[in-house]
């Protein structure tokens, strides 16, 4: 039988109680690095990862108190303070979905703010980006320790704003300051369904509380075709902030910012609020037939094919690592849509994800840091012999999120790829189809970046980064070597978050010697196999070739920006245009009109005053006669 999610309990002191530290710290670390300024320039830095890795300790003790709990005591709220009188009390929620995404957030950030000192040590406004980044930190802390949707919302809009600055901080590059605004308004389109959702909830339950949802949804008997409309609003909302079909187009241009924000953005923070949005709205999507959790699998099933397409044709490391992130985020998703069969290996691939591509995004920073800020894996070769530590870091991150056997990303996509193909076989054999062209890309990516012959230019000089930014790529490393076994074996992260999320009371098991699981290793070997006799083996051309059509069609993001242009642009320039000369011709011709007309009469009205007195009588007696003709007139009638 499918147990029940455990009752939420008050708390209050403890570190749970003070949980709002987590939050209040990198906050408070933002204010002072931009309201000091220049101040603190020289050791604005440090304060920034101070304030995260201070956030980070207390996040892991409110997990050490929480685990102290019995399963169904494990759901405590912290009363804050009453935000709306008599609607909305704002508060956190610290239960096992919300402190996972809490380590995960302070954990990896706390690692790419110390990455982000080397990497940024020659930016003179280095202190900003650290304000940023702490921003950003505390903004999506709040998203997923709020206990309603009206503090998810605020820090929703928050990931946002910090991110539209993140991505923009070298606003000086017309590129990135365009790819910037781009993410900020493609995510607006996911926002209004978000909020248009939140207004359905309000209207229909009378509550925005996680902690009452469950009830008041029980009680009032809404139609399938309500709870459908609330699902399908909140899946856009997700897809526009994790970047998944219809709303991806922002993800590839936002490579524009410094790699440690595609780091923090597109591997374990931003990208992920989507995924936790649709885990935490669990009653929306997880009953029997749920509509809405049919298109969340599709969805995710779609955008993992769509960005592993894309991976496979970009020469740009970084978005080429952007695409994967798309395709894993579809996983995700995917594992997200089939219920609570799968929302545990969903959230596991989101944990492990985190550590390996953010520790392939570091990578790629640190060959860009030695080879000149160039991006184009074309001009790069053999590069293993000058970066031994970025080397091995980045393989042991491309062997996890190829599911190499008994790594991280082994069992946790994996675990998805069986389930989707036991619950919906058709999305489960396009996920197998996925993982094989993942094999291709990444192989891909990895051969022309450290193996085969040097093509880069005379004045590259290519170095090994300062341990700054290599002891971040260890550690992210270990976590893509072992923490998908932890995770998953023993159905060890379903139980810890069936109090929160619901569930059978047995947790599905791993699979070594499945159907599925043999068939994706096959294909990811072949996807292996044909990157190395074209990348690996063969000499690399180290300019683009023109490529086929279906090349093109990678290249060009699978005409997404086309797309957007021809349905959403154009037509909205038209109707702007029907508009302004609807306003000049339609209501200033109207007023014009008028203006002339009351003008044009006046001036012949003032015509008849001459200033002479007869004049005046006689019009007076002309006057006169006429209205003593029309009375007679009308008294003979």
């Known amino acids: 039988m499918q147990s029940e999610i455990a009752q939420i309990t008050p708390h209050v002191g403890g570190v749970i109680g003070n949980a709002w530290l987590m939050i209040a710290l990198p906050l408070v670390g933002a204010f002072i690095l931009l309201v000091f300024n220049r101040f603190t320039n020289r050791w604005g830095h440090l304060l920034g990862v101070a304030m995260s890795l201070a956030s ?36 956190l929620l610290i239960d096992p979905l919300s402190i996972s995404f809490a380590l995960l957030i302070t954990g990896v950030g706390s ?39 009206v503090g998810l919302f605020i820090g ?48 229909s339950f009378g509550t925005l509380a996680f902690k009452d949802l ?40 936002a490579m524009e910012g410094p790699t440690p924000v595609s780091a923090l953005i597109h591997a374990a923070t931003m990208v992920t609020a989507g995924v936790y949005l649709v885990v935490r709205s669990g009653a929306f999507f997880f009953p029997e037939g749920s509509g809405a959790a ?27 690592l952007a695409g994967s992130t798309m395709s894993q985020i579809g996983y995700m998703m995917l594992g997200a849509g089939l219920g609570p069969a799968g929302y545990a290996f969903a959230i596991g691939h989101l944990i492990t994800h985190g550590f390996f591509k953010a520790d392939m995004f570091l990578g790629a920073g640190s060959v860009m840091h030695g080879m000149n800020d160039e991006v184009n894996m074309r ?66 990516m990895v051969f022309m970046t450290f193996f085969g012959q040097k093509r880069w230019a005379d004045d590259a000089h290519p170095h090994e980064s300062p341990l700054v930014m290599t002891v ?7 976590g893509a070597l072992g923490l998908g076994a932890y995770l998953v074996l023993g159905g060890r992260l379903y139980d810890f978050l069936r109090p929160a999320v619901g569930g059978e009371a047995e947790a599905p098991s791993f699979q070594f010697a499945s159907t599925p699981g043999l068939a994706t290793l096959a294909l990811v070997a072949v996807g292996v196999v044909i990157a190395w006799m074209k990348y690996g083996r063969a000499e690399v051309p180290s300019v683009q070739p023109r490529g086929s059509f279906l ?7 699978l005409y997404g920006d086309a797309i957007n242009e021809s349905l959403l642009m154009r037509p909205g320039q038209w109707l702007t245009r029907i508009a302004v000369f609807f306003d000049n011709r339609g209501v200033d011709g109207l007023v014009n009109g008028l203006a002339a007309g009351i003008g044009g009469s006046s001036g012949r009205l003032r015509r008849l005053q001459t200033g002479f007195a007869r004049t005046y009588a006689l019009s007076i007696l002309i006057g006169a006669a006429l209205l003593t003709g029309a009375l007679l007139l009308v008294g003979n009638i």
């Open 111 to 149: 690692l790419i703010h110390i990455y982000s000192i080397g990497y940024m040590s020659h930016d003179e406004h280095r202190r900003r980006f650290f304000a940023y980044l702490n921003l950003f930190v505390a903004a999506m802390l709040l998203l997923v320790l709020s206990d309603n949707y």
């Open 551 to 557: 090349t093109t069609f990678a290249r060009r993001d």
């Open 294 to 320: 049919l298109a969340v699998a599709i969805v995710g099933a779609a955008t993992l094919l769509a960005g592993a397409i894309i991976g496979c044709a970009k020469d740009d490391i970084k978005k080429g």
């Open 156 to 203: 929703w809009e928050g990931v946002g704003l910090a991110s539209y600055l993140l991505i923009g901080f070298w606003q000086f590059k017309p590129s990135a300051a365009v790819a910037a605004k781009k993410a900020f308004v493609v995510n607006r389109v996911g926002d209004f369904g978000l909020l248009v959702g939140m207004f359905i909830i309000w209207t």
């Open 214 to 253: 469950g009830a008041k949804i029980g009680a009032s008997g809404a139609s399938d075709g309500t709870m459908l409309a609330i699902g399908l609003l909140l899946l856009l909302g997700a897809c526009g902030k994790s970047a998944q079909l219809p709303l991806q187009s922002w993800l590839l241009d």
């Open 56 to 91: 980070f300790v207390v996040a892991v003790l409110a997990f050490f108190e929480l685990i102290g709990f019995g399963d169904e005591e494990r759901r405590r709220a912290v009363h804050l303070y009453e935000f709306i009188p008599g609607m909305v009390d704002m508060g």
């Open 379 to 444: 001009k790069y070769g053999g590069l293993r012999k000058f970066m031994p530590i970025t080397f091995v870091t980045f393989f042991i991150g491309y062997l996890a999120i190829i599911g190499f056997p008994l790594l991280s990303g082994y069992f946790t996509k994996d675990g998805i790829i069986e389930t989707a193909v036991h619950h919906q076989p058709i999305l489960g054999w396009l996920a197998v189809l996925g993982a094989g062209i993942t094999g291709f890309y990444m192989s891909r």
């Open 472 to 478: 971040p790529l260890m550690i992210l490393s270990l």
